[in-house]
């Protein structure tokens, strides 16, 4: 069985050794040699260089990275691991680890991850920051939110989420197979979560400790509310494709539901006094909730029949790359 850590880096040059090393040492661990990871027989570690402007990508060949793959110009996480998917899968990977490369995860805590992989009860792990081990000096304010967009995607999706964010994680070779991005502009974190619940894939979070250092500048965005402007987006289109009868379902029949109401306080008036002109706004806005609503469920339907569609062209995409990738 062969594991493949992939370190995504963009201008990286100070830490890029430092992780690599991290990663190697941890291949000595007893997990390695005596526990249940004994039958991954070969570990190698891949760089994606996603256009960086410094040494990243010299340091990563001094420091013997066993695969790397470097591109111009920078193309943002979601592209980086889009590549990083590919590679391994090309590279014959059984198991696929994503590990930061500015040290704030521990290479040692990445047989937390791929154990429950290895006893057949997840298809993916997750780093779980929000957990028994707190993250140390993470902003108040992205704790905030990536806690409340996890219960709000949990919510929706009916599965419990617990770090929607977290880039720390490890997959399953159908996993890597299964899983497709439509966005490529932004980050993977959240879409490849919500993606693989749609696909009925089986996840698991596990706590780590991960420590955030002040000093260091955002390589996704620096502004705090463009990545949540993003985030939003890409949540919203991956629940749209995930549970289209839910998402446009639900406020029809709300509103379908409210017009009703209105309606039965407008006959309830109508048969006190017999009057109609008094209360007429009652049946206005009654209709045009109605209608509002009916659109909806309009909607919902269609975007069944295109989730039909994209299921079974998904299918075709999966058998295409298990051919391509054939090991």
Same mark, same amino acid.
């Given at each position: 069985?062969?594991?493949?850590?992939?370190?995504?880096?963009?201008?990286?040059?100070?830490?890029?050794?430092?992780?690599?090393?991290?990663?190697?040492?941890?291949?000595?661990?007893?997990?390695?040699?005596?526990?249940?990871?004994?039958?991954?027989?070969?570990?190698?570690?891949?760089?994606?260089?996603?256009?960086?402007?410094?040494?990243?990508?010299?340091?990563?060949?001094?420091?013997?990275?066993?695969?790397?793959?470097?591109?111009?110009?920078?193309?943002?996480?979601?592209?980086?691991?889009?590549?990083?998917?590919?590679?391994?899968?090309?590279?014959?990977?059984?198991?696929?680890?994503?590990?930061?490369?500015?040290?704030?995860?521990?290479?040692?805590?990445?047989?937390?991850?791929?154990?429950?992989?290895?006893?057949?009860?997840?298809?993916?792990?997750?780093?779980?920051?929000?957990?028994?081990?707190?993250?140390?000096?993470?902003?108040?304010?992205?704790?905030?939110?990536?806690?409340?967009?996890?219960?709000?995607? $949990? *919510?929706? &999706?009916?599965?419990?989420?617990?770090?929607?964010?977290?880039? #720390?994680?490890? =997959?399953?070779?159908? @996993?890597?197979?299964?899983?497709?991005?439509?966005?490529?502009?932004?980050?993977?974190?959240?879409?490849?979560?919500?993606?693989?619940?749609?696909?009925?894939?089986?996840?698991?979070?596990?706590?780590?400790?991960?420590?955030?250092?002040?000093?260091?500048?955002?390589?996704?965005?620096?502004?705090?509310?463009?990545?949540?402007?993003?985030?939003?987006?890409?949540?919203?289109?991956?629940?749209?494709?995930?549970?289209?009868?839910?998402?446009?379902?639900?406020? $029809? *029949?709300? &509103?379908?539901?409210?017009?009703?109401?209105?309606?039965?306080? #407008?006959?309830? =008036?109508?048969?006190? @006094?017999?009057?109609?002109?008094?209360?007429?706004?009652?049946?206005?806005?009654?209709?045009?909730?109605?209608?509002?609503?009916?659109?909806?469920?309009?909607?919902?339907?269609?975007?069944?029949?295109?989730?039909?569609?994209?299921?079974?062209?998904?299918?075709?995409?999966?058998?295409?790359?298990?051919?391509?990738?054939?090991?």
């Amino acid at each position: 069985m062969r594991l493949i850590v992939n370190i995504p880096a963009y201008n990286e040059e100070d830490k890029i050794c430092e992780t690599i090393t991290n990663v190697r040492e941890s291949f000595v661990s007893e997990f390695y040699i005596s526990g249940k990871g004994k039958i991954i027989t070969e570990k190698l570690i891949q760089v994606i260089d996603d256009g960086s402007t410094d040494k990243t990508c010299e340091k990563a060949c001094s420091s013997q990275a066993d695969i790397i793959v470097s591109y111009k110009p920078n193309r943002k996480l979601a592209y980086s691991f889009k590549r990083a998917v590919e590679s391994a899968l090309e590279n014959g990977a059984d198991l696929m680890v994503n590990i930061d490369a500015d040290g704030q995860f521990d290479p040692r805590d990445i047989p937390k991850l791929l154990l429950p992989i290895l006893d057949g009860k997840s298809d993916m792990v997750i780093a779980n920051r929000f957990g028994k081990h707190k993250a140390k000096d993470m902003p108040l304010l992205r704790n905030y939110l990536n806690r409340f967009a996890a219960k709000m995607v $949990g *919510f929706f &999706l009916n599965y419990k989420t617990e770090d929607l964010t977290c880039g #720390f994680r490890a =997959h399953s070779r159908e @996993t890597l197979l299964r899983l497709n991005l439509t966005n490529l502009d932004f980050t993977y974190t959240q879409e490849t979560i919500i993606d693989a619940i749609g696909k009925n894939l089986k996840l698991t979070w596990v706590p780590v400790t991960v420590t955030y250092f002040s000093d260091r500048e955002p390589k996704i965005t620096k502004s705090i509310w463009k990545f949540v402007n993003n985030g939003f987006k890409i949540i919203l289109k991956a629940v749209r494709d995930v549970r289209p009868l839910k998402f446009f379902g639900s406020p $029809g *029949f709300i &509103l379908i539901t409210v017009s009703l109401v209105v309606f039965l306080f #407008f006959l309830y =008036h109508y048969f006190l @006094t017999f009057q109609i002109t008094a209360y007429r706004n009652y049946i206005l806005l009654s209709f045009f909730l109605f209608v509002i609503g009916f659109q909806f469920l309009v909607f919902a339907l269609i975007a069944d029949m295109i989730k039909t569609n994209r299921k079974l062209t998904e299918e075709q995409m999966y058998f295409l790359k298990k051919e391509k990738y054939k090991k």
